[in-house]
């Protein structure tokens, strides 16, 4: 039997996960995490998890005896995932069936870009979550500076910024820590009930903006260069990808390559009580310190 307060975070031991379980345990909530592999249960607990949930999303019926007793869960599917849209359903139908308060689902900033596969599916799943009668909160949150991360060796080993898409092409990126902190909140808040929050980030940027801003911080000499997608591609498959997932992100880079993801921070900021962080206070704070 768990604490009535009890909030169950799906897709926990990822990177989305971690950061809202840590924000969630920095505002004193009790949360349950839902893994598949027990070996990250110690990891996840260090984070500020209460109890852990095992199984798989998809399969058997450990989803369902992790969802009973909690009052909220927020649902974060495994990203490019084709049964996203049936999966939205299913948490959905399992928080309506065992009296879940609140169902905060972890979407996507415009989930109407029918073109991109996962935009579309989560707004399959927004739509049936909307139209269900559970109370809902859905996050649409942009870009993520963590990118950024992935890349940075590469980057100061280089001096070059290399996206695969168009060196023009805009994006509203947006500090993981900043998206946390604001399901943290909403979580732990009344009065969100029924809200679509387009959660992006403060600056509209483009991969010759994220370059300055970087040589700026480093002081370093940073240009930026489109990544042939064709270098993108196998270099993923090198990494071991699975082809469906690289033809997805390759769909979305194409995508971005023509029209960026450009959002706007203002629900953010109101929600966070705060600016949202910038660009060069994120390069500073997690890319150079770190
Ligand atoms: N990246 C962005 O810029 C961005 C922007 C907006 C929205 N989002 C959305 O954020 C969400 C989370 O992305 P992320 O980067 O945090 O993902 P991630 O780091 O890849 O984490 C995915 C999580 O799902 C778990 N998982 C995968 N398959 C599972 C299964 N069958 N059963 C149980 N758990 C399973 C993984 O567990 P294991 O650790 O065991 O693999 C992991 O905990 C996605 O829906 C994405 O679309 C991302």
């Not at 971690?18 to 004193?28: K, P, Y």
């Not at 994006?171 to 808040?189: G, K, R």
Request: net charge negative; proline share 3%.
């Amino acid at each position: 039997m768990s604490n009535s307060n009890c909030i169950l975070v799906t897709g926990a031991s990822g990177r989305t996960g971690r950061a809202v379980i840590a924000a969630l345990a920095n505002r004193g909530a009790y949360v349950r995490a839902f893994i598949r592999r027990e070996e990250v249960s110690e990891e996840l607990q260090a984070l500020g998890a209460n109890e852990i949930a095992l199984g798989d999303l998809f399969e058997g019926d450990g989803l369902e005896q992790a969802v009973k007793g909690v009052d909220q869960v927020i649902h974060i599917c495994p990203p490019m995932n084709p049964g996203e849209a049936e999966l939205g359903k299913k948490v959905t139908d399992l928080c309506l069936a065992h009296n879940v308060r609140r169902l905060v689902e972890y979407s996507v900033l415009h989930p109407i870009l029918s073109d991109v596969r996962h935009h579309h599916l989560k707004l399959q799943a927004e739509e049936y979550l909307i139209n269900s009668g559970q109370i809902y909160t859905i996050l649409q949150p942009g870009r993520y500076m963590q990118h950024h991360a992935m890349i940075w060796k590469e980057i100061m080993a280089t001096g070059k910024h290399s996206m695969p898409f168009s060196i023009d092409a805009k994006f509203n990126i947006v500090a993981l820590a900043d998206l946390a902190e604001a399901a943290a909140i909403i979580l732990t808040e009344d009065g969100h009930e029924a809200a679509t929050y387009q959660l992006a980030g403060p600056h509209s940027l483009s991969q010759v903006d994220m370059a300055r801003i970087i040589s700026e911080v480093t002081g370093k000499a940073i240009i930026a260069e489109a990544k042939p997608i064709d270098t993108y591609r196998s270099g993923a498959e090198k990494a071991g990808m699975p082809a469906g997932r690289i033809e997805q992100l390759c769909i979305m880079n194409g995508h971005y390559d023509k029209l960026g993801l450009v959002g706007n921070s203002n629900v953010l900021e109101w929600i966070l009580g705060r600016p949202a962080t910038d660009f060069a206070t994120y390069v500073k704070n997690d890319l150079l310190n770190n």
